[in-house]
């Protein structure tokens, strides 16, 4: 409260502070109501001063009324204690109503009215969106209010040069022309305030801020492009956003009233109000009046506002797993894990949300007891372009699974995060040349796609009559000029490439036809990179295994469930036969001795057999048992009728024979069960040895183990991309090398399949 310099004592006027109304019951007490909750003041003299706090009176005043006989000292000692509980103060020289709005944020009224008083604001309207509502709203709040404009794409910005704040509205947020606003406020420093005050969901916010941080407007388009594919892909097709004009849902009552809370949050930043949610998209869906703050972070690497060679320089870095000593506490069902999945969850929370957010919602997936499965948004993976692109990324979403709710959740929001970082953004470090120029450090990428020439020959038919992820790719040119990015062998202590549209979902196509894809084999993500690079590991030998299995069709011993004594997999065992379902397990593992298993599931209710699978590599057996089942479980609820799969390989196999096409999906009746004391080798106390024993494991096979860290700066959860050339993959890949050669070199096949004699049903998972 001000002080007299002279007297010391409390200056001018007093009065309730704002939001505060009077009521004196005598003898009882004096009751002071606010918005949320009342006070009440109790004594005589507390009662014989409230009515002199009405405005009128000052600190000598009040001493010389002398309320209920109170001598002066004691009439400033109980002003003072009421000053120190907040209750009084200067009188306010705005409107009642508006001097309480004030008070309620924690402002001074009179300093507030002030500022606002003070402060230029400029309307801009983007594209189709109407400035004139809510220039009049911000008149309204006492803001000097410039001339609205409106901004068309490509046309220069006119911003008034005297202008404290703008406020841009806009149909949409990803509108054509908010990167020119942008550009324009960060040239001149100024903050902007974007606002979608019309729709059946009103958006407000953040204020954007150059130079402090906070994010800016690259950084939320970054995130809303990604929730937003099956549109992108739509609006590509039909020339741009610029081609749509999109319906626009509004009455007046509610124009006025979203003009008014942009206008609302114009002034109170005009007043000093700052907080968080200034930081945030505030959305509204007016039909159900659900609101909700979605916090903006600003990303690291973001061209605009961040360090956009952050992503390059990580790649260039020597990837060398350093020691983490696992927790016990942290070794659950489905891994050995460094970090657990609770401390996973609170540690990426924050990238959970529909606007700002990586992953809109984790979803559970009705199934069975026991069966924890999750959904977790659109899967970068999924391959294809234009309408079938954008199919595919509505069908195809990411997906977690566990022996438990919490691992299942943690599992599903890493894999949405892990394809998030291996999608190409334009930041990856990139190599331009030939393979030819590049021979000596560059893999062939033959060498890892692995089509056979014949596959070549036959590819139009061949990818006109099955799906996507069974794809054959044009002939790589060895001559012509590529898109190159750097990976680290850990086997030989150095730099090697692969082609860029191999390593990241998405890059751009180097020719009209693709000679290189991406796939997911080998992505993995972990508490810490050496979790990432071990689980992505593990993940190639498990593909490699299967397709060994697979494509050769050779019969294998089944697992002994009752030896390995899994209390997990005992209860789903007992749940699968009421869901007119039976499953047993195979033992797979490959020459690598990585225990790698097969779960097999069938109808027995009469009808299409309907064989699923799922599919589990650990260095601890009873963990690559318990991946199996999970997988199973988790690709079961696809398991329905053929048509829901939108894959003709699938469709295909769903309608077949089932177990009827061959011994290879039942265990081997002439061979004991697999046991746990089958595989003695396990885990060690280390992640980083673990990725050296594997490395080991590759090298004595006369294979190179090659790491990209995709970590993401603005994401933080460690994620990197394992490439083993020569290993095998899931999909219909026939090139000769291991496929033919370890059936034979194992014993399981006296003589190479024949390429005709192939499964002819590739595998679609």
Known sequence: MPQDPETGGLRGPLAFKAGLHARTVPGQAVYLFSEHRVTALRGRHVEALAPLLDGTHDLAALQRAAPAGLAPDRVAELVARLDRAGLIGPAPQAPPERAAFWEAGGADPAAAERSVAGTAVQPVAVGTADAEGTASALADTGLGVREPVRHAPGSPLRLAPDADLTVVLCTDYLAPGLDEVDAAHRERGRPWLLARPTGAVMWIGPVFTPGEGGGCWHCLAHRLRFHRQGELHALEAVGGAGRVDRPRAAVPALTAAGAGLVATEAAKWAAGHRGSWQRSVWTMDTITLEARLHPLHARPQCPACGDPSLVRAQAQRPVRPRPHPRSREAEEGTGHRTVSSREVLDAYAHLIGPVTGLVKELTPVEGPPG???????????????????????????NGGKGTTDEQARASALCEALERRSGTYHGDEE????????????????????????????????????????????APFDEDAATDWTPLWSLTEERRRLLPTAMLYFGAPAERAEPVVTADSNGCAAGALLEDAVLQGALEVVERDAVALWWYNRTVHPGVDLDAFADPWVDRMRGVYPGLGREFWVLDVTSDLGVPTMAAVTRRTDGGPEEVMFGFGAHLDARVALRRAVAEMNQLLGAA??????????????????????????????????????????????????????????????????????????????????????????????????????VPVELGRLPAPTAYADLNPYPLFL
Not at 650 to 670: N, S
Not at 711 to 736: F, N, Q
Request: net charge negative; with cysteine; proline share 10%.
């Open 640 to 741: 329905g009728p053929a048509t829901d799969w939108g894959d003709p390989d699938a469709d295909r196999w769903l309608r077949g024979p089932g177990t009827a096409a061959g011994a290879y999906l039942l265990p081997d009746p002439d061979r004991p069960p697999s046991a746990p004391g089958d595989h003695p080798s396990g885990p060690g106390d280390d992640a980083a040895a673990d990725v050296l024993d594997l490395r080991d494991r590759f090298a004595a096979r006369g294979l190179d183990m090659l790491v990209l860290d995709q970590t993401r700066p603005d994401i933080g959860l460690p994620v990197a991309k394992v490439v083993v050339p020569g290993m095998r993959g899931m999909w219909a890949r026939y090139a000769p090398g291991r496929l033919f050669d």
């Open 430 to 473: 990139r190599i331009r040349g030939s393979y030819t120029e590049f021979a000596g450090t560059a893999v062939h990428p033959a060498d890892c796609l692995l089509y056979d020439p014949r596959q070549y020959a036959g590819r139009e038919r061949w990818n006109a009559e099955h799906g996507a992820f069974q794809f054959v790719c």
């Open 371 to 397: 069966t924890h499965t999750y959904r977790s948004g659109p899967n970068a993976a999924a391959p294809g372009t234009g309408v079938d692109g954008m199919r595919a990324v509505l069908r195809v979403e």
